[in-house]
């Protein structure tokens, strides 16, 4: 029984390797199939960022069974293996890191080529409206494409409101923003501006860009009541989560303007109101800047001059450096220049008197001198570049000695 167990064992084999030919069974010698080779289709890159706004980089590899390890200057970064990085908050620190991602399979390894991070002048903290816009979550990565700007003129005793809507502050230049000779009908002045709509996300809530105009014996009533102007919406000046962004006071006129900024947001601004004479004014902006307040609008006042000046609830510790120039309308675009490249933001900018002289109004966190980024952009192709590129409008020039180019769009970063 054994030797016929053996024999039939024998043939069992023979007769699987004549059926089977030259060609072993497919289940039992078919090759293992290496990993798909890695291509790398997009490269991370160089990042330019405000600081304490977050850096992302990316890259898009395709292959089989991919891992990622992020490198920063060559070293690994601790849980950093997927296709994306994020920094959350850049430091000045973090200016000239270089970032490379190595992507590779059990049959392959490839890294990218490096990717700069170029850390910029500090970005004002999230929410904070004092600072018009500038490095915002809706203006720092571009803008203006969410649908058809308009710019208007606010007449005497009018008001106008746009949501969700980014807002300039009120024209200022050549003449002011009122006839030769002074009226009293509530007709002599008219204001011009220019409202943008905007997509409206988590870390960019809605934003609603007000511009209002009264009799100016109720100037000091209407800016301490919710109900003016009288939208029925909620919009006011004088709305705890509102910050006006230019004044203009007209007496001779009898009427004065202000646009405001208004958020949704739950921390509250305090706004302090002030007149000095124009010898004391720079010496006054700097006891605001001690004290954590920010000067946001500024006009001319029958010789004098008022501001408006804000605390934040979210932030009532950072002192600030402020700097006014006085400058006349053709000036002012260099003006505006010169402080941005000492690190200033341009927070207010208004009418000097009425022959066309304006006063500007820097403000930095103290001691941050790095220059900022600024265009001051005339015509519609370089207005769009302007917010394509993430520049906030904090000022806009009318120069009527410029008939080609009488308005100037002043944009930071």
């Keep these: 029984m054994a030797f016929v167990r053996f024999v039939f064992a024998i043939a069992a084999v023979s007769t699987l390797a004549a059926c089977g030919g030259s060609n072993p069974p497919e289940d039992t010698v078919r090759p293992i199939p290496g990993p798909t080779s890695i ?14 706004l977050s850096a992302t980089y990316a890259v898009v590899a395709s292959g089989d069974s991919l891992k990622f390890q992020w490198m920063r200057n060559g070293s690994a970064i601790l849980g950093a293996t ?4 994020v920094i ?54 571009g803008w203006g494409n969410a649908g058809v700007g308009i710019s208007s003129a606010l007449a005497g005793r009018g008001a106008q409101d746009f949501t969700p809507s980014l807002g300039t502050p009120l024209y200022v230049g ?24 905007f997509t409206t996300s988590v870390s960019s809530p809605t934003l609603l860009a007000g511009y209002g105009s009264d009799s100016f014996d ?14 029925g919406n909620g919009a ?9 962004t230019s004044l203009d006071l007209e007496p001779e006129n009898v009427l004065f303007a202000v646009s405001w900024m208004q958020s949704a947001q739950q921390t509250a601004f305090d706004r302090v109101q002030n007149t000095v004479t124009s010898q004391a004014l720079q010496a006054a902006a700097t006891q605001e ?5 920010v000067i946001t609008a500024i006009s001319n006042n029958a010789g004098n001059i008022t501001y408006f000046a804000y605390g934040w609830q979210a932030d009532s510790a950072t002192i600030y450096d402020v700097q006014v120039v006085a400058s006349s309308t053709t ?50 192709v370089a207005v769009q570049s302007l917010m394509q590129q993430g520049y906030a409008v904090v000022g806009v020039i009318f120069d009527v000695s410029n008939p080609t180019n009488p308005y100037t769009y002043l944009g930071e970063r």
């Design 39 to 52: 291509t790398i289709s997009q490269q991370p890159t160089n990042q330019n960022v405000p600081m304490g």
């Design 331 to 380: 000036d002012a675009p260099t003006a505006a220049a010169d402080l941005a490249a000492q690190g200033f933001i341009i927070t207010a900018i208004g009418q000097a008197d009425n022959l066309g002289n304006i006063i500007i109004v820097g403000t930095r966190v103290q001691g941050d001198s790095m220059p900022r980024p600024f265009v001051a952009a005339q015509g519609n």
């Design 218 to 231: 109720n100037f000091q009533s209407d800016l301490q009541s919710s109900a003016w102007p009288a939208f």
């Design 236 to 244: 006011a000046a004088a709305a705890p989560t509102s910050v006006i």
């Design 289 to 293: 800047g001690a004290s954590s307040r």
């Design 174 to 197: 050549s003449n002011g923003n009122c006839g030769a000779v002074p009226t009293t009908n509530g007709l002599g002045c008219s204001w011009t501006f220019t409202e943008t709509p």
């Design 82 to 85: 997927g296709d994306t990085y």
């Design 88 to 141: 959350p908050a850049t430091t000045f620190a973090d200016n000239g890191a270089q970032f490379t991602v190595t992507v590779s399979n059990p049959g392959e390894e490839v890294t990218t080529s490096a990717a700069s991070l170029t850390v910029t002048a500090r970005a004002p903290m999230l929410g904070d409206l004092r600072f018009q816009q500038v490095d915002a979550p809706a203006t720092v990565n």
